[in-house]
């Protein structure tokens, strides 16, 4: 069964600098790969997805993933972050084919000014 | 108008109450499904519905109870309740999972039971 990994339960960062959410999946079969953002009281939004080809997935709000087969990771990143991403972030997974979403345990990203 | 739609939005009610939660969605997608959220935020799927079948029952105690009078809308009955059903419980809805087109979210309802 597919698993969800985020290396990381919180990240601080300045305002403007770069940051990456790192997450690893377990399966090795075809698999479907999302990250979604949770702002303060309300549901989960899908940031970007992964499905197939290009390796590298474009996101909203200048967000982008990587999809790395041999590593099963999918890592986010955003070049600069501003106080408005201050969120929780959760990568999801599922085997092609398969009925559900597995979630990782999710991170908060906090930007301090 | 709200994609996915649930309420209510807030519910607190005491240990051993019977309570309901409805959601509804009408971007006309064939599958719903409903999540609970811990404390700690992790995600977990407790039921799905296909078309109104069951087909994703996820080790959840008989106190909970789906029910989908149509596609459209898919409600969660909770008999009995326990401290440890608190919880942010979502709802959502996809359009074919087999195009990996993912989840659309309700705004949850947070349930306290005191």
């Known amino acids: 069964a597919q698993s969800v990994t985020q290396l990381d339960s919180q990240v601080p960062v300045f305002e403007e600098a770069p940051v990456e959410l790192r997450c690893n999946y377990s399966?090795?079969?075809?698999?479907?790969l999302f990250w979604y953002v949770q702002y303060p009281n309300q549901g989960l939004q899908l940031l970007l997805k992964?499905?197939?080809?290009?390796?590298l997935v474009k996101g909203i709000n200048g967000f982008e993933a990587e999809f790395n087969k041999s590593q099963t990771s999918f890592h986010l990143r955003k070049p600069s972050v501003h106080i408005s991403d201050t969120a929780e972030y959760f990568c999801a997974a599922a085997d092609q084919g398969a009925q559900k979403l597995v979630f990782g345990q999710g991170t908060r990203l906090t930007i301090n000014p | 108008d709200t994609a996915v739609s649930q309420t209510p939005k807030y519910l607190v009610t005491q240990m051993g109450n019977d309570k309901s939660i409805k959601c509804e969605q009408n971007l006309g997608h064939d599958t719903m499904y409903w999540y609970k959220q811990d404390s700690k935020k992790f995600l977990k799927i407790m039921f799905s519905?296909?078309?109104?079948?069951?087909?994703i029952n996820e080790t959840v105690p008989n106190r909970f109870s789906p029910k989908s009078p149509d596609k459209a809308h898919l409600n969660l009955h909770i008999n009995s309740l326990e401290l440890g059903d608190s919880a942010v419980y979502f709802c959502a809805s996809s359009q074919g999972w087999s195009r990996g087109y993912g989840y659309t979210f309700g705004s949850g309802t947070r349930l306290t039971v005191v």
């Open positions: 992964y499905l197939s080809g290009s390796t």
């Open positions: 399966s090795s079969v075809s698999v479907y």
């Open positions: 519905y296909n078309n109104k079948e069951l087909i």
